[in-house]
Nanobody, 123 residues
């Protein structure tokens, strides 16, 4: 079992960057796949990116490809989401989630969730 806690959100201008962090304390962090999801204002939560328990396995939503990078440091029980060239449509609450081993793309596939961190991108 792990408990994700996100940080790193904030206000940024369009074209800027942010790096989100998620510390997932608990047992055997390295055996969990970690995902980032987001929920824009008034919209449903959606998949952003995920990284498998073997670090070489990553995948991204189409809107995140080429702008966002997910990575993990198993020594620190932490997963990161580097977000570059942010746009106003990236404004959302960003959530970190964990599931055993392999990447998932659906909310229901993840067992453990953080409370989210707010990212606001101004134009």
């Amino acid at each position: 079992q792990v408990q994700p806690v996100e940080s790193g959100g904030g206000l940024v201008q369009a074209g800027g960057s942010l790096r989100l962090s998620c510390v997932a304390s608990g047992r055997l962090f390295s055996t969990y796949a970690m995902g980032w999801f987001r929920q824009p204002p008034g919209k449903e939560r959606e998949f952003v990116a995920a990284i498998g328990w073997l670090e070489r396995n990553t995948d991204y939503a189409d809107f995140a490809e080429d702008r966002f990078t997910i990575s993990r440091d198993n020594r620190k029980d932490t997963v990161y989401l580097q977000m570059d060239n942010l746009q106003p449509e990236d404004t959302a609450i960003y959530y970190c989630a964990a599931r055993p081993r392999e990447i998932g793309y659906q909310i229901w596939q993840y067992n453990y969730w953080g409370n989210g961190t707010l990212v606001t991108v101004s134009s």
